[in-house]
């Protein structure tokens, strides 16, 4: 009922910059938290920032000063900019974001299929 697609990972050089990008589609009627995670090899999936429905957002403590997470609700979309990246940001990049359907009457949530993103040395 709504589809999470990511995009803009790749290929980054140590201390660069990244934007991501996660549009929403589907039957939606109200959009709620939205938040980006990531999961690198052999590791748990962890949180990387979330945003709410009115904009307040939140870090987890790794990527706190360099990584700022962002929504336009008239495009259905949350971003991620990624700056000073390092060789431990690379992972696999979700998106994950809590939806109202016109098919449902209480919020779920949604999960995007995820984006890779390297960062070299």
């Known amino acids: 009922q709504v589809q999470l697609v990511e995009s803009g990972g790749g290929l980054v050089q140590a201390g660069g910059s990244r934007r991501l990008s996660c549009a929403a589609s589907?039957?939606?009627?109200?959009?709620?938290?939205m938040a980006w995670y990531r999961q690198a090899p052999g590791k748990q999936r962890e949180l990387v920032a979330t945003?709410?429905?009115?904009?307040?957002?939140n870090y987890g403590d790794s990527v706190k000063g360099r990584f700022t997470i962002s929504r336009d609700n008239a495009k259905k979309t949350v971003y991620l900019q990624m700056n000073s990246l390092t060789p431990e940001d690379t992972a696999v990049y979700y998106c994950?974001?809590?939806?109202?359907?016109?098919?449902?009457?209480?919020?779920?949530?949604?999960w995007g299929q995820g984006t890779q993103v390297t960062v070299s040395s």
């Open positions: 945003i709410t429905s009115t904009g307040s957002t």
């Open positions: 994950k974001g809590v939806f109202l359907t016109a098919f449902s009457s209480s919020y779920r949530e949604y």
């Open positions: 589907g039957s939606i009627v109200s959009i709620g938290a």
